[in-house]
């Protein structure tokens, strides 16, 4: 009977979830969001935000006007972990990213220091401007890959199939599949084969 309650609660919170989020994101089958709030199409609107099936998001995506998030299937994105999209950032499937992680495909504000101000003036007043150059570049996370704690992908980057990016790694350019990488900036520091399982030291 308890059992069936906590079923029961389980269920209704989830149609209560996909309701809140129903002009946020496209939501797969059985995927949750534990936090509706940090989804943000900034003037995308739902089809900005794509999140495949059996996937939980517990932190924040954000798109900026013109920017894409595309999420796999059975990946998971930890507690205060923010990816922010100002062109796209397209993540496999299973894919694991660990909290506080910050996944990056754009400057997020100018570099001009006139026309920075400018922007967050802009943000304040009247929310993102469809028109300013933030330089995006294309994040790709392909499948299998695993993202450990506190990591920062800056824009232009892909993450290959199966590679492991060490905690607290900042990476600037693309890691191999099937490798660990870890640092600032993160370099190759092993190869890994296909199906290993041992976790990163």
């Given amino acids: 009977m308890r059992r069936t309650a906590e079923a029961g609660v389980t269920s209704i919170r989830r149609a209560?979830?996909?309701?809140?989020?129903?002009?946020?994101?496209?939501?797969?089958?059985?995927?949750?969001?534990?936090e509706?709030?940090?989804?943000?199409p900034t003037g995308g609107g739902r089809e900005s935000i794509a999140i495949g099936d059996y996937t939980h998001v517990r932190g924040e995506l954000f798109t900026f006007p013109n920017g894409r998030i595309r999420i796999g299937d059975y990946c998971y994105v930890g507690e205060q972990t923010r990816i922010w999209a100002g062109d796209s950032i397209s993540i496999g499937d299973r894919v694991l990213i660990a909290h506080l992680t910050t996944i990056l495909d754009n400057a997020t504000h100018p570099l001009d220091a006139a026309e920075r101000h400018q922007h967050y003036r802009t943000i304040l007043e009247s929310g993102h401007p469809r028109d300013v150059l933030l330089s995006p570049r294309p994040v790709r996370i392909e499948d299998?890959?695993?993202i450990g704690c506190s990591v920062v992908i800056l824009p232009g980057v892909t993450v290959g199939r199966g590679a492991i990016i060490g905690a607290g790694s900042?990476?600037?350019?693309d890691v191999p599949?099937?490798?660990l990488a870890a640092g600032n900036p993160a370099r190759v520091v092993r190869d890994l084969s296909a199906g290993e399982d041992s976790p990163p030291r």
């Fill in 177 to 179: 599949p099937f490798s």
């Fill in 144 to 146: 299998d890959a695993w």
């Fill in 16 to 34: 209560l979830m996909r309701v809140r989020l129903r002009n946020r994101c496209r939501l797969g089958h059985d995927s949750m969001v534990y």
């Fill in 170 to 173: 900042v990476v600037t350019t």
């Fill in 36 to 40: 509706v709030d940090r989804i943000l």
